[in-house]
């Protein structure tokens, strides 16, 4: 037997879905009208996408400067392997004196 709590509560549950259905309704509709809005006044002012919106690639390299290709500093004369000096130490140079690897 349902009792009248179940009812009620059923009866909100329903206009809490309704509201929700109406409240995304309206923001779909702001949000078109937004952006039409938006489209117009860069349609206006003659505005390009670069001047909004600028590319991933170029705030990396703003971000980082120039990448620079690292110089060798050691290498391995027996068996020609390098290392840059950057990084973990490659199993070669490990627990050895790292100045007689030297690159001159």
Do not use: C, H
């Amino acid at each position: 037997m349902e009792n009248k709590d179940d009812s009620t509560l059923d009866v909100i549950k329903s206009k809490i879905i309704e509201l929700q259905l109406k409240a995304d309704e309206i923001t779909s509709k702001v949000r078109s009208d937004r952006i039409e809005d938006i489209k117009t006044q860069i349609s206006r002012y003659a505005i390009a996408r670069s001047e909004l919106f600028d590319d991933q690639s170029e705030r990396k390299a703003r971000r980082n400067g120039p990448t620079q290709k690292v110089q060798r500093k050691y290498k391995d004369a027996s068996t020609g392997k390098t290392w840059n000096g950057v990084g973990r130490p490659p199993e070669w140079i490990r627990g050895r004196e790292y100045s007689s690897f030297l690159v001159a």
